[in-house]
């Protein structure tokens, strides 16, 4: 929703990105880590360069590390600068420079400046991003598995997830209007949900919902809020952080 997911070249959607901005000044439940998905910026760059296909050449997925690269850092620098014109003092912390991957998952991810930034007082923006594989040469790091590796290692009170939809249906929600919302995943409903929902559209190389619901309840235990929720739709986040009640999905243990 801070991209046009249409546009190619990849343009920040300006309106929304100020609101959410302004949305997250009622934050005041402590430190704040912002992780950016690709969205049009990085899925593009990526599918364009066969990250969406195992057997691409080598030399094919190297030549996408700096327009994807690029693109990444430019939404990530217009995130910092809204956020800035609204008071909240971020820094932006990006994968590609510290991160390795074995096989798309995370080998090594040092946490260390992303800690000592939080306890200064700054906000953290990072990043779904490409970085360099231990096997692949180089593969994309979702934005959701960073999410839920930062939540485990810096042990996460809240983790909120915000999408286009709803949070999770039991269909496409753009292709069939009769979808049904479902307010609680849990132990008991979560293998029900997860055949039912599909990749999101658009071009996402990372697997979209039922990947996103996967990784979160590896992470859900007792005292830890996890929840996904339709960021396009004004005030939901001001609500969900002031803990107000709104439409959204909570993934519980
Ligand atoms: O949209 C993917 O992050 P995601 C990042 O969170 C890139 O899966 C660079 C495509």
């Given at each position: 929703m801070i991209t046009h997911k249409d546009s190619t070249p990849p343009k920040v959607n300006e309106a929304n990105l100020s609101r959410i901005a302004n949305e997250l000044k009622v934050h005041t439940r402590g430190e704040l880590i912002i992780i950016l998905g690709g969205g049009a910026h990085g899925h593009q760059a990526a599918h364009s360069h066969g990250f969406a296909d195992p057997t691409s050449p080598k030399e094919l997925l190297v030549k996408g590390i700096p327009p994807i690269r690029h693109n990444m850092s430019?939404?990530?620098?217009?995130?910092?600068?809204?956020?800035?014109?609204?008071g909240i003092p971020a820094i932006v912390i990006p994968p590609f420079v510290s991160v390795t991957l074995?096989?798309?998952?995370?080998?090594?991810?040092?946490?260390?400046?992303?800690?000592?930034?939080?306890?200064?007082?700054?906000?953290?923006?990072?990043?779904?991003?490409?970085?360099?594989?231990?096997?692949?040469?180089?593969?994309?790091?979702?934005?959701?598995?960073?999410?839920?590796?930062?939540?485990?290692?810096?042990?996460?009170?809240?983790i909120l997830i915000g999408t286009d939809v709803d949070g999770v249906l039991d269909d496409n929600p753009k292709t069939n209007p009769s979808a049904k919302h479902?307010?609680?995943?849990n132990q008991?409903?979560?293998?029900?949900?997860?055949?039912?929902?599909?990749?999101?559209?658009?071009?996402?190389?990372?697997?979209?919902?039922s990947k996103k619901v996967t990784e979160l309840l590896e992470i859900s235990r007792q005292n830890r809020e996890i929840i996904i929720f339709n960021l396009t739709v004004p005030d939901r986040l001001k609500f969900l952080l002031q803990n107000k009640t709104t439409i959204c999905t909570r993934i519980q243990s």
């Open positions: 430019a939404l990530a620098s217009s995130v910092e600068t809204s956020l800035s014109e609204e074995r096989n798309g998952l995370i080998h090594d991810y040092p946490t260390n400046i992303i800690r000592k930034s939080l306890d200064n007082g700054l906000v953290v923006i990072t990043h779904g991003d490409v970085c360099f594989d231990e096997e692949n040469i180089v593969s994309i790091l979702s934005g959701d598995t960073i999410a839920v590796y930062l939540a485990k290692e810096l042990d996460a009170k809240t479902i307010p609680v995943i008991e409903n979560k293998d029900t949900i997860l055949s039912k929902t599909g990749p999101s559209t658009n071009t996402d190389v990372t697997g979209g919902m």
